[in-house]
């Protein structure tokens, strides 16, 4: 068994879609960055591809890159997870967190985890997702951005 951790930021601009875990949320502001800018989905792939010592989401999906122009976040989900299974490896579970000041995250957390795990192609069970504000501290706080924190344990699939 191995364990990854995953870290992201994104900045919050006015006049961009909200995608959160999959999932498009109704707010007056969405997150700047060259894909859908997917904060949590994002620390989830760098803690999956930690896990499995494969680099990080960056290096994987160059944001230099025109084919991942404005790309849904679900989408490198699952190419992430084909590296894992090509590099020998199955997923045990995620626990990510997600920190917002705004909106609430809590009613849209069962659509995430059945997004992701679509995207993932495993049980829900496997995905946990929780959300904190910081308490209007930082940038997080003054809505400035959003940050996402992420462990995965992942375990191979033959000893060897
Ligand atoms: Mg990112």
């Known amino acids: 068994m191995r364990v990854g951790f995953g870290y992201d930021v994104h900045q919050l601009v006015e006049g961009r879609k909200l995608f959160l ?25 760098d803690a999956l591809l930690g896990a499995a010592n494969l680099g990080d989401i960056g290096h994987l999906f160059p944001d230099t890159d025109d084919a991942y122009k404005g790309i849904d976040s679900k989408i ?8 894992l299974a090509e590099a020998g490896y199955r997923l045990g579970n995620i626990d990510c967190t997600l920190c917002a000041q705004q909106p609430k995250i809590a009613p849209h957390i069962p659509a995430m985890r059945k997004a992701m795990a679509e995207a993932m192609r495993c049980d829900e069970n496997a995905i946990s997702i929780k959300a904190t504000t910081t308490e209007h501290l930082g940038f997080v706080g003054k809505e400035e951005g959003m940050s996402a924190y992420a462990v995965a344990l992942i375990e191979a699939i033959a000893p060897c």
């Open 76 to 83: 490198l989900l699952s190419k992430v997870m084909d590296a």
């Open 21 to 45: 875990g999959g999932v498009e949320i109704p707010h007056t502001m969405g997150l700047l960055g060259h894909s859908d800018a997917d904060v949590l989905i994002h620390a989830v792939c």
